[in-house]
């Protein structure tokens, strides 16, 4: 850890044109980005990895709060994400190795009509440069545009952990186990492997992802690539928010195909199970926390591109103790794992995926987002997401088993959640 950093954040004008994802000079670039609005930073002005351990969050908070407590601030902003802020992604099994947290050393961010930028640093280096250079350059200069696909030549995929068939013989047997009344819920996962003949590029995948998934949230952090429909929480002061998804239905060819598998989905009593447990889950962490705590009383849909899935929103206000000692990461900590991604007991469901899933997730289902100073951030949780490294690339997609769950019928679930990352990498 570095003794001290400088943090300079000033205002940038004419924000409507300021391009985030495509401002990154290079593919290793940190990002969370919905729409116009978000962050996106690169270079490390600090970095923390984190061992296995049920005090990961802990440990990171710590590392954090001691970075910006010697800090040297300058924010002329004031929003949230200003500042010193740092990006991160946390493993799903505490048992896992490799959560990180990175402070930047420059963030681009836009939100509500407004544009900054922060860098961040030594403090020799740092003082006097920023307003300077923020007068005479308002906007980093794009990149010159990559390749015209993310990899050229084609790519090859295989198996990770689980064939197909092996996959499909592990939900059955999660199936047994839920009728069994051992748990209610599990989630399952599958790893896929892809190896294509140049490097992946990183602000490829992601411009790729941002403009067929805008209602999603792009997220790189440390290779960890994706676009997660799934809010975890969003912390603005006492502010909260949350987006609850559980249940899966695909897309219809047409309107009327469309609607129907949206009205089937609504009306399965599988899906709607399936639902409340992941509701229940962040009702029962977030409730002692609030003083106000609004939960839809019954889910929509919400259709993305490729599949329509049960949603609930979730707004809170944070009582004044929770809010001076719970960050945005605290709160994100405190809610993982979620029914959602997990499943219920989350003890027993937890050991069951160690034993089904045939493989380490590693960051994958876990927390991803950002956190600043004042505890201000947003996290949601790395679905619909590939580890990008060089020429290969880990993917990943899992689904919520219950007592009626079809292992076939999980599996072509599965196979559509892939697609998302398949397509970014494919062009």
């Not at 740092?86 to 509500?112: E, H, K, M, W």
């Not at 799934?230 to 609850?244: A, C, F, H, M, P």
């Not at 990943?396 to 397509?423: N, Y």
Request: with cysteine; glycine share 12%; hydrophobic share 45%.
């Amino acid at each position: 850890m570095p003794d001290s950093l400088a943090v300079r954040t000033v205002p940038l004008p004419d924000s409507d044109d300021l391009d985030l994802l495509g401002s990154l000079p290079g593919p290793g670039g940190v990002a969370w980005v919905r729409g116009a609005e978000g962050l996106a930073g690169w270079g490390e002005a600090a970095r923390i990895t984190l061992p296995a351990g049920v005090d990961r969050f802990t440990a990171a908070e710590k590392w954090l709060r001691v970075l910006c407590e010697s800090a040297d601030i300058d924010d002329q902003v004031g929003l949230a994400g200003c500042g010193l802020v740092a990006f991160g992604s946390f493993t799903f099994d505490p048992a896992s190795d490799g959560s990180v947290l990175i402070v930047p050393q420059t963030v681009l961010g836009r939100s509500g009509g407004r544009a900054w930028r922060t860098v961040i640093g030594d403090p020799a280096t740092l003082a006097g440069t920023v307003p300077a250079a923020a007068k005479a350059a308002p906007h980093p200069t794009p990149p010159a545009r990559a390749g015209t696909g993310a990899a050229a030549g084609p790519i090859r995929w295989h198996d990770g952990g689980l064939s197909a068939p092996d996959w499909e013989r592990a939900v059955a047997a999660g199936v047994g186990r839920i009728r069994s009344g051992e748990l209610g819920k599990v989630v399952l996962a599958r790893d896929l492997y892809a190896t294509a003949p140049e490097p992946f590029d990183t602000r490829l995948v992601l411009r790729r992802l941002a403009a067929r998934y805008p209602d999603c949230y792009t997220f790189s952090c440390d290779g960890l690539t994706g676009a997660t429909p799934e809010l975890l929480i969003r912390r603005d002061g006492r502010q909260i928010t949350s987006l609850v998804l559980a249940g899966t239905a695909p897309r219809g060819g047409t309107t009327e195909q469309d609607l129907a598998f949206g009205a089937g989905l609504l009306a399965s009593a599988k899906n709607q199970s399936e639902h409340v447990y992941a509701v229940d889950s962040v009702r029962d962490v977030l409730a002692p926390l609030c003083e106000q705590l609004d939960i839809e009383p019954g889910p929509s849909l919400l259709r993305l591109a490729n599949v329509q899935h049960l949603a609930t929103a979730v707004r809170g206000v944070l009582t004044p103790a929770a809010a001076a000692d719970r960050s945005a990461l605290a709160l994100a900590a405190a809610q993982h794992p979620t029914a959602a991604v997990g499943g219920t007991p989350t003890g027993v469901a937890m050991d069951l995926i160690r034993e089904l899933e045939g493989m380490d997730r590693g960051r994958y289902a876990g927390p991803v987002g950002w956190v600043d100073g004042r505890g201000n951030g947003v996290w949601g949780i790395a679905l619909r997401c590939a580890l990008l490294s060089g020429p290969s690339a880990r993917l990943f997609a899992g689904c919520g088993i219950v007592a009626d769950s079809d292992p076939a019928a999980e599996l072509a679930e599965a196979q559509s959640k892939f697609r998302v990352m398949q397509d970014a990498l494919e062009g």
